[in-house]
């Protein structure tokens, strides 16, 4: 499974959010949205459960001279 890391911002609160292939919210189990307060935080949640969750390519979203990027993490 594919995954992005995406900023997300809501209602004046900033995140960065796991989506799946289809740009859907990831949940866990207990159907809370997987998520960090920093990219780093949502990088390393990401790869802490790659493996339980077959993450086969993670990439990150940032913003370099204003233009939208990604880089591949695993």
């Known amino acids: 499974m594919n995954v992005t890391i995406k900023h997300f911002v809501q209602t004046g609160s ?3 959010v ?3 292939e289809d740009k859907e919210l990831m949940y866990d ?12 935080e949502a990088e ?5 459960i790659a493996d339980d969750m077959n993450f086969s390519n993670i ?6 001279g204003g233009k939208r990027k990604y880089k591949t993490i695993k």
Request: glycine letters at 4%; zero cysteines; aromatic letters at 20%.
């Open 14 to 16: 900033s995140t960065w």
């Open 18 to 20: 796991l989506m799946n």
């Open 29 to 40: 189990a207990n159907d809370n949205a997987l998520f960090g307060y920093t990219r780093k």
């Open 44 to 48: 390393a949640l990401a790869l802490r």
């Open 59 to 64: 990439q990150t979203e940032y913003f370099y």
